[in-house]
T-cell receptor, first 117, second 115 residues
Framework: AQKITQTQPGMFVQEKEAVTLDCTYDTSDQSYGLFWYKQPSSGEMIFLIYQGSYDEQNATEGRYSLNFQKARKSANLVISASQLGDSAMYFCAMREPQYSSASKIIFGSGTRLSIRP | DSGVTQTPKHLITATGQRVTLRCSPRSGDLSVYWYQQSLDQGLQFLIQYYNGEERAKGNILERFSAQQFPDLHSELNLSSLELGDSALYFC??????????????FGPGTRLTVL
């Protein structure tokens, strides 16, 4: 069965530092998609970045990059030059099968990131 | 703003009651997904509709049902409500198929409180 594991319940980081949020996944499918979402205290779920299982290059979106290591089944989120507004809950998620109109996303338990000024 | 709308934002009701949550997907998206976020269960996938048809089912209770209408908006019906149904209910939508277009964009959520 597919599973997403986020082992860091909470992290504190100094402003302007880079931060890595860990995510490992388990799936028997060859085709899957990996996502990171941000949930600030206001509650909305904000899509950050996507990585397909067949993508050879790591995904990047502005200050966000996804360190995808397929053999290790890890998909860590890297936030460069952290800002106070990055303080939020971050969820790693997986969708399988990747290309289908019938698939679901499962979420990890999340990491609460707090940025110190 | 993701382009997904949900109403109402907040809902307070009593045990045993029935409520309906509404979701309008982003323009052009055919898939609608419903999720429940509670403190003890985290984010749980409930159900997916694609162009009016049910396509995937998760941990949805029998007391809960959903449908997607011809105009693609969706409703989640929760009946015989229990205290444990108190949660944040999200709707998400995505384009049909393929690559980054599979990304699900979430609405702002409906916070349900059952007293």
């Amino acid at each position: 069965a597919q599973k997403i594991t986020q082992t860091q319940p909470g992290m504190f980081v100094q402003e302007k530092e880079a931060v890595t949020l860990d995510c490992t996944y388990d799936t028997s499918d060859q085709s899957y998609g990996l996502f990171w979402y941000k949930q600030p205290s206001s509650g909305e779920m904000i899509f950050l970045i996507y990585q397909g299982s067949y993508d050879e290059q790591n995904a990047t979106e502005g200050r966000y990059s996804l360190n995808f290591q397929k053999a290790r089944k890890s998909a860590n989120l890297v936030i460069s030059a952290s800002q106070l507004g990055d303080s939020a809950m971050y969820f790693c998620a997986m969708r399988e099968p990747q290309y289908s109109s019938a698939s679901k996303i499962i979420f990890g338990s999340g990491t609460r990131l707090s940025i110190r000024p | 703003d993701s382009g997904v709308t949900q109403t109402p934002k907040h809902l307070i009701t009593a045990t045993g009651q029935r409520v309906t949550l509404r979701c309008s997907p982003r323009s052009g998206d055919l898939s609608v997904y419903w999720y429940q976020q509670s403190l003890d269960q985290g984010l749980q996938f409930l159900i997916q509709y694609y162009n009016g048809e049910e396509r995937a089912k998760g941990n949805i209770l029998e007391r809960f049902s959903a449908q997607q209408f011809p105009d693609l908006h969706s409703e989640l019906n929760l009946s015989s409500l229990e205290l444990g149904d108190s949660a944040l209910y999200f709707c998400a939508s995505s384009a049909p198929l393929g690559g980054a277009e599979d990304t699900q964009y979430f609405g702002p959520g409906t916070r349900l409180t059952v007293l």
